[in-house]
């Protein structure tokens, strides 16, 4: 590959290479729609975010994390806090789990019946994922997700 124009920025010091991208017309529109809809303010904004997000995919498939084995996730939950035991038995789970540290959580009350809940984990990719699975399986659990990420000890 040939590069055409690298400059240096001043904030990350890393030196940032322009390169063109040839794309059907319709593909186009869908990304410059994008940009609008996410609050972007340039489609290299958004190309970067794109990259860095398939680049966290792959290496989360992969089971490598910023060359450590342990990932970061986050799980989102929404769950109706008035079904008996639910958050006994969610925080068993999440005591009684020794392979997954669980840095931080936030709870928030939604309305009457539901919260939102969301748990920041640290771990092996397949203990975070059984995790997860364990918690989001419970009676009362609306909805639950994780988002998978790497630890970014590296720039991406």
Known sequence: ???????????????IIRFSVSLPS???DELDSKITQNGYTSRSELIRDMIREKLVDEKWDKGESEGTKEHLGVLV?????????????????EHNNHLVQIICTTH??????????????????????????????????KFAKLTRTASFMEQM
């Open 108 to 141: 928030v009350h939604v309305d009457h019946h539901n919260c939102l809940e969301t748990i920041i984990l640290k771990g092996k990719k397949e203990d975070i994922e059984k995790l997860c699975i364990e918690i989001g399986g419970l009676l009362g659990v």
């Open 77 to 93: 939950l929404i769950y109706d806090h008035h079904q008996r035991g639910l958050n006994q038995k969610k925080n068993e789970i």
């Open 26 to 28: 319709g593909l186009l």
């Open 1 to 15: 590959m040939r590069q055409i124009k690298s400059e240096k920025t001043q904030e990350s010091k890393d030196t």
